[in-house]
């Protein structure tokens, strides 16, 4: 059986150089160059690898040695890439996309990523919206203890709705003002979950992230206990190194 190779990232040549980290299965890392790209991998133990928090954690880790070890310009690889031979590497990435590859360098070279994910509690929210929304306040006490029609449900329900719905809309330009100028490219994902409202990446200067940090810090206070902010300012570049960026 020819062996297996797990492969984490692609980086301009040279590359990186006796990372202190170990890769899955506490497998040593290695690198291989292909022309002008470097790619890091470890022998693999297994034939599949599941996603689980371990394995995902120590995909990571490897990345981000070689970011803190200063190979801070890298594509990282999609979790649970296995190969058995470099060929496949040439014929399906590096022939077809490496001159794509190259201006995506180009492109991350001087950058990183970091994240922006905010959260609020919608219960609470929305008492307080009916706390300040006398209007809207004095429709629903209007209709309490009546038997309503499924019009008066859908209209009270549309009303409610469209009131969250630009309290929503309030934060994230709030968030929008105050940190896209600070990114040569910004991408919004969709929310992971119900009580998510905005989940954005951004890539900014390296030297520029204690100015943007200070920035969310600023919107921390502006929000007070409205907003729960997850701000990630060290990690692989995967928002900006996806497929669809080397057509």
Same mark, same amino acid.
């Given at each position: 059986?020819?062996?297996?190779?797990?492969?984490?990232?692609?980086?301009?040549?040279?590359?990186?150089?006796?990372?202190?980290?170990?890769?899955?299965?506490?497998?040593?890392? &290695?690198? =291989?160059?292909?022309?002008?790209?470097?790619?890091?991998?470890?022998?693999?133990?297994?034939?599949?690898?599941?996603? &689980?928090?371990?394995?995902?954690?120590? =995909?990571?880790?490897?990345?981000?040695?070689?970011?803190?070890?200063?190979?801070?310009?890298?594509?990282?690889?999609?979790?649970?890439?296995? !190969?058995?031979?470099?060929?496949?590497?040439?014929?399906?990435?590096?022939?077809?996309?490496?001159?794509?590859?190259?201006?995506?360098?180009?492109?991350?070279?001087? =950058?990183?990523?970091? &994240?922006?994910?905010?959260?609020?509690?919608?219960?609470?929210?929305?008492?307080?919206?009916?706390?300040?929304?006398?209007?809207?306040?004095?429709?629903?006490?209007?209709?309490?203890?009546?038997?309503?029609?499924?019009?008066?449900?859908?209209? !009270?329900?549309?009303?409610?709705?469209?009131?969250?719905?630009?309290?929503?809309?309030?934060?994230?330009?709030?968030?929008?003002?105050?940190?896209? &100028?600070?990114?040569?490219?910004?991408?919004?994902?969709?929310?992971?979950?119900?009580?998510?409202?905005?989940?954005?990446?951004?890539?900014?200067?390296?030297?520029?992230?204690?100015?943007?940090?200070?920035?969310?810090?600023?919107?921390?206070?502006?929000?007070?206990?409205?907003?729960?902010?997850?701000?990630?300012?060290?990690?692989?570049?995967?928002?900006?190194?996806?497929?669809?960026?080397?057509?």
């Amino acid at each position: 059986m020819p062996q297996l190779l797990y492969l984490y990232g692609i980086f301009p040549a040279p590359g990186p150089e006796e990372l202190e980290v170990q890769g899955l299965d506490k497998q040593p890392i &290695s690198t =291989h160059t292909i022309g002008s790209f470097v790619f890091l991998y470890s022998v693999a133990q297994q034939e599949r690898y599941l996603a &689980s928090r371990k394995n995902l954690l120590g =995909h990571e880790r490897v990345l981000e040695a070689a970011m803190q070890a200063g190979y801070r310009t890298l594509l990282p690889l999609q979790f649970g890439l296995i !190969i058995t031979t470099w060929d496949r590497v040439v014929e399906e990435l590096i022939n077809p996309r490496g001159e794509a590859l190259k201006r995506l360098f180009v492109k991350l070279d001087g =950058h990183r990523e970091v &994240s922006v994910k905010v959260l609020w509690e919608p219960d609470a929210e929305l008492n307080q919206l009916m706390a300040e929304n006398a209007g809207l306040r004095s429709q629903r006490d209007q209709l309490e203890g009546k038997q309503l029609s499924m019009e008066q449900v859908v209209t !009270i329900g549309q009303a409610i709705e469209e009131a969250m719905g630009d309290r929503k809309d309030e934060v994230i330009k709030a968030f929008r003002q105050r940190l896209n &100028s600070f990114a040569v490219d910004v991408i919004e994902n969709d929310p992971l979950t119900d009580a998510m409202i905005y989940n954005t990446a951004y890539l900014i200067p390296w030297e520029g992230e204690a100015e943007f940090s200070q920035e969310i810090e600023a919107l921390d206070e502006q929000f007070e206990d409205r907003l729960r902010i997850r701000y990630n300012n060290f990690t692989a570049p995967y928002n900006f190194a996806q497929p669809d960026q080397l057509e």
